[in-house]
């Protein structure tokens, strides 16, 4: 369906008031993953907003569209989409980390809105692959979006998975690639290059949409484009900036998983207002 132009800023503004939570989370607990969770915000807050079938009242409400965030370490991002959704009170967002807390660094179920733990790289696609296979089995008609990382889809079981979604038909499946380039040691091209990725993606049996994971209408309609594919699953690569948002954080490995500082954290927030 076409987005006017007013719903697409009002997008572009939920995604930096987002950011701005994962800033202010990141620094209370000192510890964390920010460039992922930047780079992705876009792309989850799209799906979030405007795609998915939820409801925060009832988080295990039987129809509802699955997401799994197969990049664990980039939690703090779903969890500020969930808490402004309102599936548990914002204040809670600043509790990550802690001991005791139902938000600590990788996904867990016992947080509303979660389906399945996630956090071991290389795992969630075929979590999402069994989610697919169970609502055909039930002949329900729910979704399955699962977010990876793009240093993640080095792992060999990813790509048993991709095989599996294909083989199985799994139309019900979005893949969703944050493609920001960077991984824990360095850039992505120098330690396992992907590319060509999207060749590869085809062969496996894909549907593949490419797109500016910034580029809120192009966002959208790889979403639409996704659902509308039949016979195969889909994924959608999307080319994104490690550390979106902030100048100091964009593009530079050290921000994989390092909170900022005080004073970095007052330069971001200043930027993102």
């Avoid at 038909?169 to 893949?175: F, G, P, R, S, V």
């Avoid at 954080?249 to 004073?263: I, L, Q, S, Y």
Wanted: charged share 25%.
């Amino acid at each position: 369906m076409p987005y006017t132009d007013s719903q697409v800023k009002e997008l572009e503004a939920k995604a930096k008031e987002i950011r701005r939570l994962i800033i202010q989370m990141l620094a209370q607990a000192g510890s964390g993953h920010p460039g992922g969770s930047l780079s992705a915000t876009d792309l989850i807050t799209a799906l979030y907003y405007r795609i998915m079938k939820i409801d925060p009242k009832q988080p295990k409400l039987a129809g509802r569209d699955r997401f799994h965030m197969s990049k664990g370490h980039c939690a703090p991002l779903w969890y500020a989409v969930l808490a402004d959704l309102g599936f548990f009170p914002k204040e809670k967002l600043f509790t990550l980390r802690k001991l005791g807390s139902m938000l600590q660094g990788h996904p867990d179920c016992r947080t509303p809105g979660i389906e399945v733990a996630s956090g071991s790289l290389g795992q969630g696609l075929s979590v999402s692959v069994g989610m697919c296979l169970a609502a055909k089995v039930d002949q329900a008609d729910y979704r399955v979006y699962c977010l990876m990382g793009d240093g993640e889809i080095q792992e060999g079981n990813i790509w048993e998975a991709a095989m599996s979604a294909s083989h199985y038909k799994c139309d019900n499946l979005c893949a969703i690639l944050d493609y920001n380039g960077f991984q824990i040691d360095g850039q992505v091209c120098a330690i396992m290059n992907l590319d060509p990725v999207a060749d590869k993606w085809r062969a496996f049996g894909w549907n593949v949409i490419e797109i500016d994971g910034h580029n809120m209408r192009q966002i959208l309609d790889a979403y639409e484009q996704a659902r509308l594919a039949k016979g195969k699953p889909s994924i959608i690569i999307a080319r994104t900036i490690k550390g979106k948002g902030v100048s100091f954080m964009e593009n530079t490995c050290d921000f994989h998983g390092r909170a900022p500082t005080k004073e970095e954290t007052e330069k971001a927030l200043k930027e993102l207002e």
